[in-house]
């Protein structure tokens, strides 16, 4: 189809041209200096393999009325943690939908959805049609290979704010007939807006799967003068047991010795910690130790040095919609901390052993708050 992409650093590959004026000529095109996308597309050898310029490739190549779908038009509109990788690092084919067409291709590198597209379904960014988000999320955890994996998309969708629960329980109730629909209504029944990382969601869905326990996706926690003292990625709030993700960027310098100074204030106040890493057979070490804590915490004596009750000065954050309202510099101020290093790579070790799985909002008062306290 044609494209005219508006985006800098991305080329729109080109069909051949007898006489090399609109396109390489067949002769060019078979030389070095030309990459092919497609049936009779190519790029040149020089432009960069990018995920953007992947995606690009992989529509031209498809009918018009083609859209990108799934990670792909997430990736397009700026999504994080839809980065176009497997957990073993790969490239993910990149998913585009052609409606009921029938009007399949294929070719290594793309896959091709033919679910019926909705009314409204496609839209244009940059000059490239993606499908909008609710229905890039709502594929995307239809033909995940786990209900985890289904959860991890949904979740990850709402980190940047592209939806909402509500917006995907509405769009979902329209789908009909649709595969793996059933996966997707049991990731949106389980899923939570305030989740920040990956490994967080898989950690949350094993620790269920050993205790089913209400558990807050990073729930800030305050001393009793109101103050914010930390934010742990996972708090159970009734029996004072915290869960905290330890991927490798948390391995060594500065960003260890805060995990540690954490670990302690959070025992020091009362709350017992679990820590979760990544690799093989982590999972029956990590329910061994949620069981641990949840002995230390029963016999914990005294009044409870902490509260959750947010003080009036703080910005409430743990909600697509409040995040929504927020105009950009406060946005910057309050949610720019979130921006760590990557993790979700990870969940490929942690996974392998899960049974039946696929697998902060912190601020002070100083000003709008100081959110490098956040973690």
């Known amino acids: 189809m044609e494209l005219r992409i508006n985006r800098s650093g991305l080329v729109v590959p080109t069909r051949t041209d007898p006489r090399g004026v609109t396109g390489p000529s067949p002769r060019q095109a078979r030389g070095a200096s030309w990459t092919r996308v ?6 040149p050898a020089g432009v960069a393999d990018t995920v953007a310029q992947r995606i690009v490739d ?37 998913p585009v939908a052609v409606g009921d067409r029938h009007a399949r291709r294929r070719r290594p590198g793309v896959v091709v ?17 993606v499908t909008i988000p609710v229905r890039s999320v709502t594929y995307e955890a239809r033909v995940a290979d786990g209900e985890t994996s ?32 059933r996966r997707l209504e049991a990731a949106l029944d389980a899923a939570e807006e305030n989740v920040w990382s990956p490994m ?45 993700y330890d991927g490798s960027v948390h391995d060594s310098g500065r960003r260890r010795s805060r995990d540690l100074a954490r ?45 959750i009750e947010q003080p009036r000065w703080w910005v409430d954050t743990s909600t697509v919609s409040r995040r929504r309202d927020l105009d950009p510099i406060l946005r910057e101020h309050w949610l720019g901390h979130r921006r760590t290093g990557r993790i979700g790579r990870e969940i490929a070790c942690f996974a392998t052993d899960s049974s039946g799985t696929t697998a902060t909002s912190g601020r002070s008062r100083a000003a ?8």
């Not at 009918?63 to 490239?91: I, K, Q, Y």
């Not at 679910?115 to 490239?128: Q, T, Y």
């Not at 509405?170 to 595969?179: E, G, N």
């Open 38 to 43: 497609g049936r009779g597309l190519y790029r």
């Open 58 to 94: 992989a529509v031209a190549a498809m009918p018009e009325g083609s859209a990108a779908t799934g990670w792909a038009a997430l990736h397009w509109l700026g999504a994080r943690w839809s980065d176009g990788m497997a957990a073993d690092s790969s490239p993910r084919p990149v």
């Open 113 to 129: 959805s033919e679910d019926w597209l909705l009314p409204g379904d496609v839209m244009l960014v940059d000059g490239l049609p």
């Open 150 to 181: 289904a959860l991890v998309a949904i979740e990850m969708a709402m980190y940047d704010d592209l939806v909402s629960l509500a917006e995907l329980r509405a769009y979902t109730a329209r789908l009909v007939s649709r595969p793996g629909k």
């Open 200 to 244: 967080e969601t898989v950690m949350r869905r094993a620790w269920q799967e050993h205790r089913n326990r209400q558990l807050r996706c990073n729930q800030p926690v305050f001393d009793l003068a109101g103050n914010h003292l930390v934010t742990p990625d996972l708090l159970d709030v009734e029996a004072g047991v915290a869960g905290e």
């Open 263 to 307: 670990e302690e204030l959070m025992r020091r106040l009362g709350i017992e910690v679990v820590i979760m890493v990544a690799g093989r057979g982590e999972q029956p070490r990590l329910h061994h130790r949620i069981s641990g804590a949840y002995e230390r915490a029963g016999r914990t004596t005294g009044p409870r040095l902490w509260t």
């Open 368 to 375: 709008y708050g100081d959110p490098a306290r956040a973690r």
